[in-house]
């Protein structure tokens, strides 16, 4: 609610009060990922939820055809034409704005026609942590015009539009889970998503029983861009070596242990790794969305233990200090289990720990991680929560008045 009231001060103070009585607010989370590593771009399955950390946008239409943007977290603003929105090149110097101005230029392609506005932004997702600051930037403006301009996006293609606006625009080849879980997450319930055809379904994730933990190793790695585009092409290989025996493999979602195992002596060592970890990490993902609803919180954890060797000996995403931080997790009792999320290559650690465990749990790991590193560990107790979207006044916020 901070956020809220520096969004409407900031708003009055930039854009005058007249305009606060047309401004609309609106809201998109963050998200971490449970477990489903490096399959979406594979049309495998991912389990995330959406966080509590949103990135907020407050705005108004305009009075002409210039939208003017103004970050609170970059103390920055840019104006700019609608009109060119079409033809506009990302901006390197205010590149907070890239994912705003992605957005607009998507939807201006895909056909929406919008008017100018102006809009004040404020975020809680912690930046480069792997938590999706960016998708949620994005699905944030998409949700936010589309309200603003009675353009009614049905949700799945918004969801594309921002993936289309990251990969694109911004020049980031990610997958779909980030976008779709900052747009559809639920509250107090993980997403299961299938990224070949994109149906999904919610499983409860009961507070009571066990709290998610996010982990920030500090660490920014500046490889993460390229060793991601690596992976994809690799995997790409693979499929390729499959196919050649399997025609209807499309993507590493079509093959199982079986198909792989007989194929292995005819790939480049590295691109078998790679398909054994998605191969497993498909099984294992639809397994624990099954442990969660059966309640077994134990087989989850193993399962995200299980996932993580597999991200640092098969995928080869990870680094020194995610690693060390999973077992320090793995040390502290009620712990079920641990894991890297996102990328890779630094980012954050998730940790489902019962929640009487919690205290503990954060006290080890900051005191022996800083031991051991040097640096103090920001650590977000995160509860699942609702997807991008739009507040009506009363849903704990109170303007226009
Ligand atoms: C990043 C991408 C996602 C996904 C993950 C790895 O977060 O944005 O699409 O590929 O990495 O699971």
């Not at 001060?9 to 009060?17: L, M, N, V, W």
């Not at 399955?45 to 970050?71: C, K, M, N, Q």
């Not at 242990?257 to 191969?279: D, F, Y």
Request: net charge negative; hydrophobic share 45%; proline share 5%.
């Amino acid at each position: 609610m901070e956020c809220i009231a520096r969004l409407k001060e900031a708003f009055t103070r930039r854009f005058g009060p007249a305009a606060l009585s047309r401004t609309v607010l609106a809201a998109a989370p963050g998200r971490v990922n449970l477990i489903g590593e490096h399959t979406d771009y594979n049309d495998g399955f991912v389990l995330p939820i959406a966080i509590d950390r949103r990135i907020w946008i407050l705005g108004a239409p305009g009075e002409d055809e210039t939208v003017r943007l103004y970050s609170l977290d970059f103390r920055a603003e840019v104006t700019f034409p609608l009109a060119a929105v079409g033809t506009v090149a990302p901006d390197p110097k205010e590149r907070w704005s890239n994912y705003p101005r992605g957005v607009l230029w998507a939807l201006y392609e895909a056909g929406y026609r919008l008017g100018g506005f102006m809009a004040v932004v404020a975020g809680e997702v912690p930046q480069g942590a792997g938590l999706s600051s960016s998708a949620a930037f994005e699905v944030a403006t998409a949700v936010l015009v589309d309200r603003l301009f009675g353009l009614e996006i049905p949700a799945e293609k918004l969801i594309r539009l921002c993936q289309r606006a990251e990969n694109l625009f911004v020049g980031v080849n990610c997958g779909i889970m980030d976008q779709f879980i900052s747009r559809l997450g639920r509250a107090g319930h993980a997403l299961l998503l299938d990224c070949r055809d994109l149906s999904y379904r919610y499983y409860t994730l009961d507070p009571a029983e066990a709290r998610v933990v996010v982990v920030d190793t500090g660490i920014k790695h500046s490889l993460v861009a390229s060793e991601y585009n690596r992976r994809r092409q690799e995997c790409e290989r693979g499929v390729a070596v499959l196919q050649s025996r399997h025609p209807s493999v499309r993507a590493l979602r079509d093959a199982d242990a079986a198909m792989l195992a007989a194929l292995e002596p005819s790939m480049e060592p590295v691109v078998a790794k790679r398909c054994r970890h998605v191969i497993g990490e498909n099984d294992r993902t639809l397994a624990a969305a099954q442990a969660l609803a059966a309640g077994d919180l134990e087989l989850f954890g193993r399962l995200m233990y299980e996932s993580h060797a597999s991200l640092r000996d098969l995928y080869e995403v990870s680094c020194p200090e995610l690693d060390l931080l999973v077992e320090l997790a793995r040390g502290v009792p009620g712990v079920y289990g641990a894991r890297m999320t996102g990328a890779g290559f630094g980012g954050c650690t998730v940790n489902l720990v019962r929640p009487e465990a919690v205290e503990e749990f954060t006290a080890v790991v900051k005191e022996k991680y800083s031991a051991r590193t040097g640096k103090n560990p920001a650590v977000y107790l995160c509860r699942a929560a609702d997807g991008g979207k739009v507040f009506e006044t009363g849903e704990g916020f109170s303007f226009p008045d």
